[in-house]
């Protein structure tokens, strides 16, 4: 029982088993999902916060789980770090400066963390190939898109900071 919901929690209840693209579709699932839950449900950041930190810790036992028995230590089925790393710019972009934001200005900033995100995951700069190379392990596998998640915030706050003094 546990293995079947380990493996139904790596590859996104069977998103990740889809042959084509499924990293991608597991970061617009990722991108809907947080998005229905901030602008439609009006879910609480803590309450947010609370299951994406689990998610996390719990997602380094159903990898390894799910891939003890695998030759492939970095299968294209597991897409549960491609939802931990989409999550980062999106839940910190929706506790920024404790404002509301209007659900058409979110779109738009959720569609840029998706496309950088997904930049930054398939580029893969350092230290993103540094964890895909050096560490074909569940570690290896989650924390390579963690860090392309923080790339995506760094990225935003470069931008920012050059756009004020542009501007």
Known sequence: ?????????????????IKFIP????????????FYLFHSLNISPNIVLIVLISIFIYSFYAVSTHIKDSKNKDPGEIIIDEFLGQSIPIYL???????????????IYYALFFILFRYFDIMKPFPVNFFDKNFKNTFGVIMDDICAGLYVVITVVCFMIVKSYVL
């Open 1 to 17: 029982m546990i293995k079947i919901f380990n493996s139904l929690l790596v590859t996104m209840f069977g998103l990740g088993k």
């Open 23 to 34: 990293g991608t579709l597991g970061s617009l699932a990722t991108t809907i999902i947080l």
């Open 93 to 107: 972009y929706e506790i920024s400066h404790g404002t509301t934001k209007e659900s058409s200005e979110a779109i």
